[in-house]
Structure formats: structure tokens, C-alpha cells
Nanobody, 122 residues
Framework: QVQLVESGGGLVQAGGSLRLSCAAS????????MGWFRQAPGKECVFVAA????????TYADSVKGRFTISKGNAKNTVYLQMNSLKPEDTAVYHC???????????????WGQGTQVTVSS
């Protein structure tokens, strides 16, 4: 059974930083991409960032470019999201996802984690 487990969320003041982690298990994910999406209260789930399985290709939503960095762990089934210069509008539940191709659409991903809450106070 595939499992994606996120961690690292919490409460932080505006301008602060957080680092999210996601570990995937339950099958072999060779060539799969990993991504982060977020859903704020009352809003749709939107793309944040994604990375190829090798870690050589990344893509970001315009709203987080220059502030967030996605990276792979030494174990290729782990992905991180370093979030700097956080803003109140970054407040959301952040979900990790794994899929067969790199993309910004939710439809590119087959497996999803339960999410971790990030709250940024002003």
C-alpha cells in the first residue's frame, strides 16, 4: 500500500521559515515526479512546486518563486520544501503528491498524502 507522510508544518510569524518533508513508501517510484500542493480554507487545492525523480528538474508556482525551494533527499523517495519569507497568504494545508510525470496539474499525480498544516501569522 502506497503511503505518503508529510511533516514539518506549524505556526510561524510572517517572514519566518519552515521546512516540510515527505516520505513515500509502499512501492518503487523509479522515474516518478514528486510535488507539493496546498489548500487554503475555502479555496481550491493549488500547485506549489514539483521535482523530477532525479532531482534535476524543478518547477514552481509564480507565487512562491524565489521564496520556496523543492529538493530530493539522498533517499529518492523523500522530498523537501524549504519555505522562506513566509507570508500570511501561504497559510494552508500542504499536500505531498507522487505521479508519473512532472507537472503543475493535480491530474499528473496518482498518490497523495494527508497533508500538514502551515499557519503564518501577521
Amino acid at each position: 500500500q502506497v503511503q505518503l507522510v508529510e511533516s514539518g508544518g506549524g505556526l510561524v510569524q510572517a517572514g519566518g521559515s519552515l521546512r516540510l518533508s515527505c516520505a513515500a513508501s509502499g512501492r518503487t517510484f523509479s522515474t516518478y515526479a514528486m510535488g507539493w500542493f496546498r489548500q487554503a480554507p475555502g479555496k481550491e487545492c493549488v500547485f506549489v512546486a514539483a521535482i523530477s525523480w532525479s532531482g534535476s528538474v524543478t518547477t514552481y508556482a509564480d507565487s512562491v518563486k524565489g521564496r520556496f525551494t523543492i529538493s530530493k533527499g539522498n533517499a529518492k523517495n523523500t522530498v523537501y520544501l524549504q519555505m522562506n519569507s513566509l507570508k500570511p497568504e501561504d497559510t494552508a494545508v500542504y499536500h505531498c503528491a507522487v505521479g508519473p510525470r512532472l507537472g503543475s496539474s493535480w491530474s499528473a499525480y496518482d498518490y497523495w498524502g494527508q497533508g500538514t498544516q502551515v499557519t503564518v501569522s501577521s
